[in-house]
Every structure is written in C-alpha cells, then in structure tokens.
C-alpha cells in the first residue's frame, strides 16, 4: 500500500516553459513534506520542504503547494533549466514522537528540452 | 564535509554469496537510515537507527538481510544469503535531529547485482 504516489513517472518540458510535479499521499498523519531531486549514479538531494501549517513554499525557481483537503502537493520549477533534468522524489513524514523516517514516492523522471 | 560515504559504489556477487555493504554517516549525526531502490517500488526504507540503536527495522524484507551500527560513524547492511531479486541501488541517509532543517543526508549509494 503506497501511502506516498507519484502517479507520472516521466514528464518532458521544454527550456523556459513551467514543470509541474505532482505527489498525493493517504496517511492524514504526515505533517511534513520535501521533494528531492536525484542525478543518475549520485543519492537524492534535497530540494525544498514544506510544512502541513503552509500551503505554500518558494525558494528561487522551486515552488512546493500543498492542499491537505485534496492530500495533494505539487513541485513548480519556472522555468525549466535542461540542469533540472533528473528524477524528482516526493516524500512525508508524519508528527509526533522520535519518528524521523520518511516515505518516498516511487519518483518522476523529469527531462527539459533545450 | 565529506557528506555520507558509502562502499562500495558496485557490487557483483553470484546467488547465494554474502553481500555487506557499508556506510559513514555525516561526523555529528544521530540519526541513519538504509534504502533500498527499485523500478518497481522507488525507495523504500530498510530501517534506521537513532544514536547508534535500532529503532525500526520493519522494512527489512527478510531474516536474510540485517544490519549493525557498532558506533557512530559505521554502519553494515549484510546479506546472507544473496539472491538475484536483491538487485538494487542501496543508500545510507542520515540527519542530525537538532538541527534547524531535518533533512536527510544521502549517500552515493551502491549499485548491487546479483547474478
């Protein structure tokens, strides 16, 4: 039962235009969101997170928007750079306690057109 | 900072053979998780220790896999007996809980395949 989907494995966009990156997940106890990114043969880096508390976060070119209702987030990046092609993790973590582990969705393979 | 360390980056064995794997956590961590990634199911978390203890291990497919974290700086995820569908990318994570963004710290990874 995957509690964290990324229902598109690939989405092609070209150089300039917006990449929009979809996640949804089940467990109404996640409270923390972050989209990692990740290059061929190196691990995933963090990218950007957010908080259930917000319904938004920017950072540079990244936007993370989350609408707990829907159970939905979604990663923008405006605009697409060919060095933004890689696989894209989306991934929660639920509140309380000591628990740091994460939930990973099954990724998205982003690939921007010059 | 060296970042999280992982060896080896790849490894072949043939079924049945003992594979270990190896990990360095980020000098001041307390926290280190091991992954396991597939085509079928992306990443999925093997298990993850707080200050060196086992703190859930319920990702870990099968009595054939187990792992130790002797100190704060190693850590072994071992394989006994291998079998081909083991075949994936392992990673080593780790965060420092006090920090003021917890974000994990992944390693290279190490591709294994087992033939």
């Known amino acids: 039962d995957q509690q964290v989907k990324q229902n598109s494995p690939s989405l092609s966009v070209q150089e300039g235009r917006i990449s929009i990156l979809n996640c949804d997940y089940t467990n109404s106890m996640f409270d923390y969101f972050l989209w990692y990114k990740k290059y061929p043969a190196e691990g995933p880096t963090f990218l950007i997170s957010i908080s259930s508390i917000k319904d938004k976060n920017e950072d540079g070119r990244f936007t993370v928007f989350l609408n707990k209702s829907a159970k939905h987030l979604s990663l923008h990046i405006v605009p697409s750079q060919p060095g933004d092609s890689a696989v894209y993790f989306c991934a929660a973590r639920r509140n309380g306690g000591s628990a740091r582990q994460l939930t990973f969705g099954s990724g998205t393979q982003l690939t921007v057109l010059p | ?115």
Request: glycine letters at 8%; a negative charge.
């Open chain 2, 1 to 115: 900072d060296a970042g999280v360390i992982q060896s080896p980056r790849h490894e072949v064995t043939e079924m049945g053979q003992e594979v270990t794997l190896r990990c360095k956590p980020i000098s001041g961590h307390d926290y280190l998780f091991w992954y396991r990634q597939t085509m079928m199911r992306g990443l999925e978390l093997l298990i993850y220790f707080n200050n060196n203890v086992p703190i859930d291990d319920s990702g870990m497919p099968e009595d054939r896999f187990s792992a130790k974290m002797p100190n704060a700086s190693f850590s072994t995820l071992k394989i006994q007996p291998s079998e081909p569908r083991d075949s994936a990318v392992y990673f080593c994570a780790s965060i420092n809980s006090g920090g003021s963004r917890e974000t994990q710290y992944f390693g290279p990874g190490t591709r294994l395949l087992v033939l």
